[in-house]
Structures are given as C-alpha cells and as structure tokens.
C-alpha cells in the first residue's frame, strides 16, 4: 500500500522557517518523483516544488524561488522542503505527492498523495 505522510507544519511568524517532510512507502523510491503542493483557503491547489528521486532535478515555482529548497534522502525514502524567508501568502495546507519516473507540475500528473499539513505564517 502506497503511503505519503507529511510533518512538519505549524505556526510561525513571516521571516521564519520550517522543513516539511514527505515520508514515503509502499514502491520503489527511486523510480518515483515527489511534489510538494499546496492549497490556501478559497484558492486552488498549486505546485510548489518537485524532485526526481533517480537524478535529483528539481523544479520551483516562481513564488517560492530563492526561498524554498527541495532535498531526498533515498535511504529514508523521504522528500524534504525546507521553507525559508516566509510570508503570510505562504500559509496553506502542503500536500506532498508522488508519480513514477520524473517530475511534473501539473497536479494531475501525480497518482499518490498524503494527507497534508497546514502551514500557517502570521505577519
């Protein structure tokens, strides 16, 4: 059974930090990407970040650019997001998601998905 659990999440003030996490189980890591999603209240999910586990590439959205650093731990089967210089438009629920073979940003691309964890940034 494929399972993604996301931590991590939580309170923080705008200039803050936090790492989310994505563990995952149930397939072969290393022939899966991981995509981190997110979705604020009244909004529509969006792509943040993605990474390849079999080369590492990655992908960003303009948004988070210069702030947001998205590493894997193959040995842990886990995807980490490290969220820097955060602001209140960062606040949403984060959803990590996995698809065989390499990334995509497009949501739909992706087959597996975790529960979420809230991100909430106060100014």
């Known amino acids: 059974e494929v399972q993604l659990v996301e931590s991590g999440g939580g309170l923080v003030q705008a200039g803050g930090s936090l790492r989310l996490s994505c563990a995952a189980s149930?397939?072969?890591?290393?022939?899966?990407?991981i995509g981190w999603f997110r979705q604020a209240p009244g909004k529509e999910r969006e792509g943040v970040s993605c990474?390849?586990?079999?080369?590492?590439?990655?992908y960003y959205a303009d948004s988070v650019k210069g702030r947001f650093t998205i590493s894997s731990d193959n040995a842990k089967n886990t995807v980490y997001l490290q969220m820097n210089s955060l602001k209140p438009e960062d606040t949403a629920v984060y959803y990590c998601?996995?698809?065989?073979?390499?990334?995509?940003?497009?949501?739909?691309?992706?087959?597996?998905w975790g529960q979420g964890t809230q991100v909430t940034v106060s100014s």
């Open positions: 998601a996995a698809r065989r073979m390499r990334w995509r940003s497009s949501q739909a691309e992706y087959d597996y």
């Open positions: 149930g397939f072969t890591f290393d022939d899966y990407a």
């Open positions: 990474i390849s586990s079999s080369d590492g590439s990655t």
